[in-house]
């Protein structure tokens, strides 16, 4: 029997690669960077189906230059690449990776609240350099963590493992989302505020709000001027959801104190880019998921995801089950 022709954007991690190779006739895009749009577009007119990451755009120009098309399965918990309208309407089941990744997300975004109160990368920079000559009264003072505020906006899945693991650094926890978490205000305390009171009490900021047209420039120049001047800014969301230069603007006047950054807008950041100069900026690329373990599994859900749509059968973690009726 003739296996379904697969197009595989980029290399994964083997336990979900391997389930791929060996169930389906797949061609795995080899270069570190995105297929380019045409050549996208060209597997996709022979595709079954697709393993996709978020910079791959699948909407109704690609759909509906690929005929045998069954299922697209992306890499990631979002899922801004995908028109799921367009998709349902020509019957390709979406798919993506929830829940895999948020206590290693919520790690990262802890990792880098410490990073950016304590000034660490500043100071490797500092002892590499050889400025280190003595222990000094003044040298590199931060903020403190312990007994602060962490005001969170969005209290889905990340932002819930991100208040844990502050109210284990005997945080106050503030957040502001649509909906009232009735499990951050019994288990953590927190408390549910307007996002004016969340950027005015906040010592910490904390991003974990999906990118729609509302949440667009969510943090802008207003929002800026709305925080503490101690405040440090945590975005581990999507990048559009800040303004970039609104932010390099702030912390250059140190109108805030810091920001740690795992998603930018534009993604990547060029090197030239203005907030590398900045002290209090820490800046990372986009690596909230990965550890060997999440990432494993992550791939594995995709290809499960992929190899279910292929078969006819619904995807454990579809986001269009409307499709296969």
Known sequence: MTKPRVFVTRILPDRGLQKVLA?????????????????????????DGLLTLLT?????????????????ANFAVGFDNFDVPAATQRRVLMTNTPGVLTDTTADLAFTLLMACARRIVEGHTY????????????LLMGQDIHGATLGVAGIGRIGLAMARRARGFGMRILYHDAF????????????????AELLAQSDFVSLHVPL????????????????????????????PVVDTLALYEALKAQQIFAAGLD???????????????????????????????TRSRMAEMAADNLLAGLAGQLPPNCLNPEALR
Request: a negative charge.
């Open 23 to 47: 169930q389906t006739d797949a061609t795995v895009w080899q270069e570190e960077l995105p297929p380019p749009r045409a050549v996208l577009l060209d597997w996709a007119r022979q595709a």
């Open 56 to 72: 791959d755009k699948i909407d109704a120009e690609l759909l509906d230059a690929a005929p045998h098309l069954k299922v697209v």
């Open 127 to 138: 002892a590499k350099n050889g400025h280190w000559r003595t222990w000094g009264p003044m």
């Open 180 to 195: 009232r978490s009735e499990v951050a205000e019994q288990e953590l305390g927190a408390v549910a505020v307007s996002k």
């Open 212 to 239: 729609t047209p509302e949440t667009y420039h969510y943090i802008d120049a207003a929002a800026l001027r709305t925080m503490k001047p101690n405040a440090i800014l945590i975005n581990t969301a999507r990048g």
């Open 263 to 293: 998603v930018t807008d534009p993604e990547p950041l060029p090197a030239e880019h203005p907030l590398y100069t900045l002290d209090n900026a820490l800046v990372v690329p986009h690596i909230a998921s990965a550890s060997f373990e």
